[in-house]
């Protein structure tokens, strides 16, 4: 398949993904995939098939493909492609909860320079850094990251950005406690895809309907709660998107417990077996952590071992543990040190321990830098 016919094809799955057959238009980028010999062509059908596949939830799917676009931004020979691609790497990690791979690959997107792109993009590797800090409890870096996001999205009007920024920061006031905030950013959000969003997917209402069942649920709303997690779990289902399915189950789960419902547990289940299938550990470990408050509430101490068990299996999984002291990084306010190699400690740790290489990978940590 030549350069014209590639990009005939490309084009003929953009305009099937935007009417919504979404499994049709990936069978035809996967075809062009297949028998297409233009290098630019498919760097340009993968960058689809990525965001398809994130768009959708599948991560494992989105990772494989990002391995493959940096391979052929290699071959390219172009720093922009190359920025390009390795920001789906960072994001595939984001979302598959492999922090410190994303930071890392933000880290080298930061570090091409020259790149035409950077202004673009620059925004959008801000935001995925910020996430990742925040899924290692990093609340400082995390919200520097989303300011900085903030600033790109309104230095170039990108309204598509901001929005996503403010479902972050409306996770990020949400786990700091601060529930007024939680709820204005992902109410921002909403606006801004009122106002600006009739040609986006439905996934940004779907996920600022759920950030904002999440704020309702903690200031005790939980009527509107539960209408905006209703909101969100529909788009979600008519999209396939079971990750987002697994987020909305773990509140309605948060929501029946608050009422005192028996339909909690259920939940739980459900969207426990939803992030098992799409390998999202961070979702495992809040809803094992849920699930032990419901059990030891209720005195059952089997079930509440086990699930006792299995949360520090995931925080082993997610590295979201001191490797020096072994406390899981989050569950107390303490100062934490990120190295060069992006592996995380308490800064009292590393003090005592005296070490000038990463305890971890070894690598050399004479210029550290500080969270």
Known sequence: MGQDQTKQQIEKGLQ???????????QVWTKVLEKSSDLMGRFRVLGCLVTAHSEMGRYKEMLKFAVVQIDTARELEDADFLLESYLNL??????????????????????????????????????????????????????????KALRY???????????????????????VKDYEKALFFPCKAAELVNNYGKGWSLKYRAMSQYHMAVAYRL???????????????????????????????????????????????????????????????????????????????????????????????????????????????????????ALPCSHIFHLRCLQNNGTRSCPNCRRSSMKPGFV
């Not at 987020?247 to 259920?266: K, M, N, P, T, V």
């Not at 961070?282 to 101490?301: F, P």
């Open 16 to 26: 099937l993904y935007q009417s919504n057959q979404t499994e049709k238009a990936l």
């Open 90 to 147: 960072a994001r595939s990690n984001e979302k598959l909860c492999e922090f410190h791979k994303t930071i890392s690959y933000c880290k080298t997107c930061l570090g091409l320079p020259g790149t035409r792109a950077g202004a673009q993009l620059g925004g959008q590797v801000s935001l995925s850094m910020g996430n990742a800090f925040l899924g290692l409890s990093v609340f400082q870096k995390a919200l520097e990251s989303f300011e």
């Open 153 to 175: 999205a309104h230095n170039n009007d990108d309204a598509m950005l901001e929005c996503r920024v403010c479902c972050s920061l409306g996770s990020f006031y949400a786990q």
């Open 219 to 337: 200031l005790g709303r939980l009527g509107s709660a539960m209408e905006c997690c209703e909101e969100s779990m529909k788009i979600a289902l008519q999209h396939g998107d079971r990750p987002l399915q697994a987020l909305c189950l773990l509140c309605f789960a948060d929501i029946h417990r608050s009422r005192g419902d028996l339909e909690a547990l259920d939940a739980i289940e459900r969207a426990q077996d939803l992030a098992e299938e799409v390998g999202n550990k961070l979702s495992q470990l809040k809803l094992h952590c849920l699930s032990e408050s419901i059990y030891r509430s209720k005195g059952l101490q089997r079930e509440l071992r086990a699930h006792v068990v299995r949360f520090h299996e995931c925080v082993e999984e997610t590295e979201l543990y001191c490797g020096l002291c072994g406390e899981s990084i989050g569950e107390k306010n303490s100062r934490l040190q």
